[in-house]
């Protein structure tokens, strides 16, 4: 389980950050970013993949109301289609850190990739199963992600955005075939492109 060891080894405020939503075929890039104080963290903290829905709303609710400071920011399609997934990954995760209400001396941050942030930085792989506090931004990431979605579904109705999020699951394959891509498909991507005739 995920703990505070890497938060220990680092002086002021540590955030951790994690991002959700780099592989769909539609929709933003989301990024979180979580200072917590180790004696108020909420319990049972983990890599949002490993938690079940309710859990995670759950624990967002107590990550929000519970933490030292907490932030969650977004990369457009327009951005992703500028900059590329990889890039825009970084702006989101630096709005994200930049957004908190206090500022953050250290970041940890998931994955192997050193984004440039506002901060000094360690990059952690698997850093959700191994930080409590990349544990916490990776929940917050995904749930912040997962509602806007269910909220596109009602904007943009046919394509299954609440049930799929985004990701290229048949139903949204044959959908995206059938009504053609919305607004807040990835047309920078080959494989949208190529699902609607224009690859």
């Known amino acids: 389980m995920p703990d505070f060891s890497l938060e220990a080894a680092c002086?002021?405020?540590?955030?951790?950050?994690?991002e959700?939503?780099?592989?769909?075929?539609?929709?933003?890039?989301?990024?979180?970013?979580?200072?917590l104080d180790p004696a108020t963290a909420p319990a049972g903290l983990d890599d949002s993949k490993k938690l079940t829905a309710r859990k995670r709303d759950a624990l967002a609710?107590?990550?929000?109301?519970?933490?030292?400071?907490w932030c969650v920011a977004y990369a457009s399609v327009e951005e992703i289609a500028e900059l590329n997934i990889l890039h825009a990954t970084g702006l989101a995760m630096h709005r994200a850190v930049t957004g908190l209400s206090v500022t953050a001396a250290f970041a940890l941050v998931d994955g192997n990739y050193r984004f440039k942030l506002p901060?000094?930085?360690q990059t952690v792989v698997k850093g959700d199963g191994l930080s409590a506090s990349i544990a916490a931004a990776s929940i917050l990431a995904k749930t912040a992600r997962?509602?806007?979605?269910?909220?596109?579904?009602?904007?943009?109705?046919?394509?299954?955005?609440?049930?799929?999020?985004?990701?290229?699951a048949p139903v949204h394959l044959e959908a995206l075939r059938r009504l053609g891509p919305s607004p807040i498909h990835r047309m920078s991507w080959g494989a949208v492109r190529a699902m609607v005739g224009e690859g």
């Open 146 to 168: 997962d509602q806007l979605m269910v909220e596109m579904d009602a904007v943009h109705p046919g394509y299954g955005f609440a049930g799929h999020k985004g990701y290229g």
């Open 119 to 121: 901060c000094a930085l």
């Open 11 to 18: 002086l002021g405020p540590v955030c951790g950050v994690d």
């Open 20 to 35: 959700a939503g780099r592989g769909p075929l539609a929709g933003p890039v989301c990024a979180a970013a979580v200072i």
């Open 61 to 69: 609710v107590e990550i929000k109301a519970r933490s030292v400071a």
